[in-house]
Nanobody, 127 residues
Framework: QLQLVESGGGLVQPGGSLRLSCAVS????????IGWFRQAPGGEREGVSC???????YYADSVKGRFTISRDNAKNTVYLQMNSLKSEDTAVYSC?????????????????????WGQGTQVTVSS
């Protein structure tokens, strides 16, 4: 059974850091692009980042320079390192798997690009 499980969320002060993990099972991670999305209360889902099977990466302008996506195929896990966090980063963060191995640089922020989703983990940035 194909499954994605996020972890690592929590409460952090502005300027702090968190590392989210997306553990996948039921398929081989190295054949799929993985994206991270977030949704703030009352807001729309926003595509944050994507990593291809060849490790090429893409970032939304709102997180570029602060967030880093990476993957460990041996552990079947994708990470999102989030630094210099701001209150506007507060959201539920979810990872998603694409059947294709490569992120589409024009569509990676669109949720319809992805076929499988995790349940999400809450990130709250507040003093």
């Amino acid at each position: 059974q194909l499954q994605l499980v996020e972890s690592g969320g929590g409460l952090v002060q502005p300027g702090g850091s968190l590392r989210l993990s997306c553990a996948v099972s039921g398929f081989s991670l190295d054949r799929h692009a993985i994206g991270w999305f977030r949704q703030a209360p009352g807001g729309e889902r926003e595509g944050v980042s994507c990593i291809s099977s060849d490790r090429s990466t893409y970032y939304a302008d709102s997180v570029k320079g602060r967030f880093t996506i990476s993957r460990d195929n041996a552990k079947n896990t994708v990470y999102l390192q989030m630094n210099s966090l701001k209150s506007e980063d507060t959201a539920v963060y979810s990872c998603a798997a694409d059947r294709a191995p490569l992120c589409d640089e024009n569509l990676y922020q669109e949720d319809f690009e992805y076929d499988y989703w995790g349940q999400g983990t809450q990130v709250t940035v507040s003093s």
